[in-house]
């Protein structure tokens, strides 16, 4: 992967779009996954299909799901999926700074998951800036599409994929997981990261051994961030060069 910008041949569409083509490895099976959830728990194929599309945050989208099934009132499942994704609080501004003002943004904001904002956080950076918006759009679309067929094949297809392999149902939800865990490894080399992801996996860990396993995401992002920050600037001030 070049650190100067793409070849003169490459469109930054196509660049950010091929990139994020590992993605999908990990995006499809949770994606088709949430299309088989969703029409076991009463759901239309079409009302799947447009959760993923509105929605597109995969925990959110199960427990949206299942919350409703189970009759849930709505104001309650509303401040849960914001809650879930409360995180997203702290992705825009880590990655403005890497991008240009663009009427194009309300949308193009949509698209960002755990995995674009991780890779976009490396990519960024290392691209000339009249070509981070292009490579910003091809990747966020392709991996929206993706998600948004994968629960179509889910929600069309699941009982007679489940049907045929049973074992696959169970294997899917660990696609997306182990994705992140591969994006997230290299920033483990950072003695700042190192700690904010350290910080963020025992919060995670121990809220969910109480039994708040919804509350876990929001908090562990949230603890992850202030010790992300704390922890730059005791080596700031500490002389330290950050790894």
């Known amino acids: 992967m070049s650190t100067s910008g793409l070849s003169g041949s490459s469109s930054p569409w196509w660049s950010g779009a091929r990139e994020a083509t590992p993605l999908l490895g990990g995006y499809i ?29 995969g925990a959110s989208q199960f427990l949206f799901v299942a919350m409703v099934a189970a009759g849930a009132p709505w104001g309650l499942v509303v401040v849960m999926t914001l809650l879930i994704n409360a995180r997203h609080v702290v992705y825009g501004p880590s990655i403005a700074p890497w991008l240009p003002k663009s009427r194009w943004w309300p949308f193009l904001s949509h698209g960002l998951t755990d995995q ?38 889910g929600a069309i297809a699941g009982e007679e994929l489940s049907r045929h392999w049973p074992l696959l149902g169970e294997i899917m939800p660990f696609a997306l997981p182990a994705l992140f865990l591969v994006l997230l490894a290299p920033r483990f080399t950072s003695r700042t990261w190192s700690i904010a992801l350290g910080a963020t996996i025992a919060v995670a860990m121990l809220l969910t051994l109480y039994g708040f396993t919804n509350a876990s995401i929001p908090l562990a992002a949230a603890s992850g961030a202030l010790c992300f920050y704390l922890a730059k600037l005791t080596i700031r001030a500490g002389g330290y060069r950050n790894g």
């Open 116 to 153: 674009i904002f991780a890779l976009a956080l490396s990519r960024l950076p290392q691209l000339p800036a009249e070509q981070r918006l292009g490579w910003y759009s091809g990747a966020m679309l392709l991996a929206w599409f993706s998600w948004v067929a994968g629960t179509a094949a």
């Open 29 to 57: 099976p949770v994606a088709i996954s949430f299309g088989m959830v969703a029409v076991q728990a009463g759901f239309s194929v079409w009302q799947s299909i447009l959760i993923s599309t509105l929605i597109y945050a």
